[in-house]
């Protein structure tokens, strides 16, 4: 079985939606909670599978704390680490040796790819996007909007509020 094959026949099992935008490349869509959507390049080359997912932007502020939490993290992560593109923005990425591509394995590394992009949103929006968080929950108070989107960040609307 060649290696598109395989990582075909895994997202297949996933259950997850994906497109095949060129031969030997997959663009995965992961649906969470937190971060509703994770999408994830799965990209073939002679020599791994290669693995890269939107985290989020550059960070506005708190940057040196922000960057410090991300490095932390890397140590103990399976299959991906982050890493800042040309622009600062965060992504995951990761190799996995050809040798290495099976059904049980690509799976492995999606839900490590999920897992890491889901439960580590919030954390990172707090650090580095506090302040433009509180702009927009007052924002949409001021407009009569939903918060619905950003009742996971009423801790940092109302540590804000205590400060100012």
Known sequence: MDHETVVEAALKASDVSYERPRPGAFLVKLPGHHKLATMTWLTLSDQALHVEAFFCRKPDENHLEFYRWLLSKNGSMYGVHFALDGVGDVHLV??????????????????????????????????????????????RVKRGESLANLRAFQGIVERGRRED
């Open 94 to 139: 990761g190799h996995l040796p050809l040798s290495s591509v099976r059904e049980d394995e690509i799976d492995r590394l999606l839900g490590c790819v999920l897992t890491y992009a889901d439960e580590w949103f919030d954390r990172a929006l707090e650090l580095g996007f506090a302040s433009s968080i509180r702009r927009e929950w007052d924002w």
